[in-house]
Nanobody
Framework: QVQLVESGGGLVQPGGSLRLSCAAS????????MGWFRQAPGKERVFVAA????????DYAESVKGRFTISRDNAKNTVFLQMNSLRPEDTAVYYC??????????????????WGQGTQVTVSS
C-alpha cells in the first residue's frame, strides 16, 4: 500500500513557476511509476507527466512539454513536478498518482493504483 501527499500548490502569476512535491509512504515506492494528472473546473482529469520506476524515463503531455519537468528522489520517496512559464490554462487541481510496475502507457489514469488528495494550482494576474 502506498499513500501519497501532494504539496506546493498555490497562486502564481502568468510566466511564474511552482514546484509540486508528492511524498509517498510505503515500501513499494521504488517499484512505482509516478505520474501527475490535473483536473480543471468542469473538465475531465488529464495526464500531465509521468516518470517510470525502471530507468527513470519520463513522458509529458504535449501542452506542458518544454515547460514542466518531472523528477523523483527514491531515497526520499518523493516525486516532483517543476512547472515553469505557467499559463492561466494550467490552472487546475493537480494529483499525484502511483502505479506498481507500470511501463506503458503512462497516460491512462485507470492504470494507476494510488492517488493523492490533490493540490490547487491557480495561474492568474
Amino acid at each position: 500500500q502506498v499513500q501519497l501527499v501532494e504539496s506546493g500548490g498555490g497562486l502564481v502569476q502568468p510566466g511564474g513557476s511552482l514546484r509540486l512535491s508528492c511524498a509517498a509512504s510505503g515500501r513499494t515506492f521504488t517499484s512505482c511509476t509516478m505520474g501527475w494528472f490535473r483536473q480543471a473546473p468542469g473538465k475531465e482529469r488529464v495526464f500531465v507527466a509521468a516518470i517510470r520506476w525502471s530507468g527513470g524515463s519520463a513522458d509529458y503531455a504535449e501542452s506542458v512539454k518544454g515547460r514542466f519537468t518531472i523528477s523523483r528522489d527514491n531515497a526520499k520517496n518523493t516525486v516532483f513536478l517543476q512547472m515553469n512559464s505557467l499559463r492561466p490554462e494550467d490552472t487546475a487541481v493537480y494529483y499525484c498518482a502511483g502505479s506498481v510496475g507500470l511501463q506503458s502507457p503512462l497516460t491512462i489514469d485507470s492504470l494507476y493504483d494510488y492517488w493523492g488528495q490533490g493540490t490547487q494550482v491557480t495561474v492568474s494576474s
